[in-house]
């Protein structure tokens, strides 16, 4: 079952905008991580938060989290061309292994 | 270091037969863990296997199956294939003890069965 679900399903922004994926989960977790696919191939990890953890930063990558909303955030800054991708929400704490949601699926317009 | 490979990377098989997957996890991960990727269903897990045991698995029938051998590689097989089982097999290795923390992914197998 899918614990995770992003928001928006598609995001089409122009170069150099912002662009901001949500992740809304239904269970208590150990962790959220965010993940990039680009066209069918695999899974490149991202960042991780902790469920005692508010927000973290990884270069262009900004990610909160709010475990009393059981939601998420990746904020991508100046977005590129190269970040055209796929991007899940992935939940560990449950006996499922990770949990993806069904991804939001952004392009980024030159 | 290198990364997680997969092998094969496309597999074309037909309704019936059986079929076996093959990952080498990034050298010293000991958790290597399967998914299934679907238009529809999305990633699902398979199962996880630690030290040559599986120690989670998911919700998926009997038909698949899978092992880890003492040098971590692992192997998924799936009997009896049915068209429903064509997706992106992806295999991922994790250097922690937990199947919750940060995974490596392969570049996947794509089964098609005809």
């Known amino acids: 079952s899918q614990q995770g679900e992003e928001d928006p399903q598609a995001l089409s922004i122009q170069e150099g905008e912002n662009a901001t994926m949500n992740c809304s989960y239904k269970t208590s977790i150990n962790n959220l991580q965010w993940y990039r696919q680009n066209s069918g191939r695999g899974l490149v990890h991202l960042i991780l938060?902790?469920?005692?953890?508010r927000e973290k930063h990884s270069g262009r990558l900004r990610v909160t989290l709010d475990t009393s909303k059981k939601s998420s955030s990746l904020l991508i800054t100046a977005s590129r061309a190269a970040d055209t991708a796929s991007y899940f929400c992935a939940t560990g704490g449950g006996a499922d292994g990770l949990t993806f949601g069904k991804g939001t699926h952004l392009i980024i317009q030159p | 270091k290198a990364g997680v490979t997969q092998t094969p990377r496309y597999l074309i098989k037909t309704r019936g037969q059986q079929v076996t997957l093959s990952c080498s996890p990034i050298s010293g991960h000991r958790s290597v863990s399967w998914y299934q990727q679907t238009p529809g269903q999305g990633l699902q897990f398979l199962f996880e296997y630690f030290s040559e045991t599986q120690r989670n698995k998911g919700n998926f029938p009997g038909r698949f199956s899978g092992r880890q051998f003492s040098n971590s590689r692992s192997e998924m097989n799936v009997s009896t294939l049915e068209l429903g089982d064509s997706a992106l097999y992806l295999c991922?290795?994790?250097?922690?003890?937990?199947?919750?923390?940060?995974?490596?992914f392969g570049p996947g197998t794509r089964l098609t069965v005809l």
């Open positions: 938060i902790r469920s005692n953890e």
């Open positions: 991922a290795s994790s250097l922690e003890t937990s199947v919750w923390d940060t995974q490596y």
